[in-house]
């Protein structure tokens, strides 16, 4: 039988339409190519258990493995494969582009398909994308425009519907999954690792034309519990910044919604809220206690906004902000849809 080819990187994704990776769903979650779908041929336990073995005896270990991943292509060809064409040509890999990935491109060869290999596998193009990277984000184009201003101003609404607009965006807190601050933890899923969150910006700044300008937020260094790459942080520095500007009952709504999370869960709301007890003190984050649970919505919102968040803003243009003076202040009056979609627009007017 005809042994399945190998593609070295570096070559342009676009090639194939279709990338598979044969690794456990722990491994794919860490970190995937770009566009990859997760096709295990051992998951998580199955790994686990022929790992243990292969240490006692490596030929019960190799049979075991062959057992199951046998056993997991053939539920694959019979499940989400199974109306291929004769065309299908995927690229596979695994972790290193030996046993795993091999053993599911020997089967679609003999099946007809023109299958290949990564060489090296995903330790081969997490080196590509490390060496990529720093150059891809840190180029003096596309250029950036930073939207700054007060927490609850709207700045990613207004980054929404920039790009709803047609303008190119880069929503760092989207690709984090996280909003920056003490209350910024998605409700329901978890933060990508370091490596994810770095395939996710590689990713990105693939699709961006050079010649139109990105629109994106003030950000710190960290992001949650990841780190900005050094590149991207002195870029975010150089870049013309826009202060967005919002009236502090605007920001209160804006809030409520953006953290509704957080008021339908009055009680985790109050524990994070305990992390700032050595910030803030006691006395006031019990008052923040008493009005959530008197559910005085607006009275803890615009307080927590003014002696909280306002009090750790850094201005653009002060010495301890990495951002440039605002060139411009975009004025919101209130927080309605249509007044983000008239600032959206007048932003794309002036820049592109």
């Known amino acids: 039988m005809e042994l399945p080819e190998r593609v070295t990187l570096p070559f342009s994704l676009e090639e194939f339409p279709e990338i598979i990776d044969v690794r456990s769903p722990a491994e794919f979650e860490i970190d995937h190519i770009p566009g990859a779908?997760?096709?295990?041929?051992?998951?998580?336990?199955?790994?686990?258990?022929?790992g243990l073995l292969h240490a006692q005896n490596p030929y019960k270990a190799r049979r075991l493995g062959a057992t199951l991943i046998t056993k997991n292509i053939h539920r694959h060809l019979a499940g989400s494969l199974k109306d291929n064409p004769n065309s299908f040509a995927p690229l596979v890999y695994c972790w290193r582009g030996n046993l795993r990935s091999n053993s599911m491109a020997l089967i679609f060869r003999a099946i007809g398909w023109r299958s290949r290999v990564l060489t090296g596998g995903y330790q081969a193009w997490r080196k590509h994308l490390s060496a990529d990277l720093d150059p891809l984000i840190g180029a003096s184009k596309p250029r950036l425009i930073i939207l700054g201003g007060l927490t609850g101003c709207g700045k990613t609404r207004l980054l929404h519907e920039l790009n709803r607009q047609g303008a190119q965006i880069l929503d760092l807190e989207g690709l984090a999954n996280h909003k920056g601050s003490i209350l910024g933890n998605a409700p329901d899923s978890p933060q990508p690792g370091q490596k994810r969150f770095e395939s996710r910006l590689w990713?990105?700044?693939?699709?961006?034309?050079?010649?139109?300008?990105?629109?994106?937020?003030?950000?710190?260094?960290?992001?949650g519990r990841l780190q900005c790459p050094p590149p991207l942080w002195k870029r975010l520095g150089e870049g013309k910044v826009?202060?967005?500007d919002l009236p502090l009952p605007e920001r209160g709504k804006l809030l409520a919604i953006e953290y509704e999370h957080f008021i339908a869960n009055p009680q985790s709301l109050k524990s994070t809220l305990d992390g700032l007890r050595r910030l803030r003190g006691h006395e006031q984050v019990d008052e923040w206690h008493r009005q959530i649970d008197a559910c005085d919505w607006p009275t803890f919102l615009e307080s927590i906004l003014l002696k909280h968040y306002d009090l750790c803003y850094r201005r653009p243009g002060s010495e301890d902000s990495i951002y440039s003076e605002p060139i411009a202040t975009v004025s919101v009056t209130n927080a309605s849809d249509s007044d983000y979609e008239k600032a959206a627009a007048d932003l794309i007017a002036k820049h592109s």
Do not use: C, G, Y
């Open 242 to 244: 826009v202060l967005v």
């Open 203 to 223: 990713e990105e700044f693939q699709k961006f034309d050079p010649n139109k300008p990105v629109f994106t937020e003030a950000e710190s260094n960290r992001i």
């Open 37 to 50: 779908i997760n096709l295990p041929v051992l998951d998580n336990q199955e790994r686990h258990e022929v």
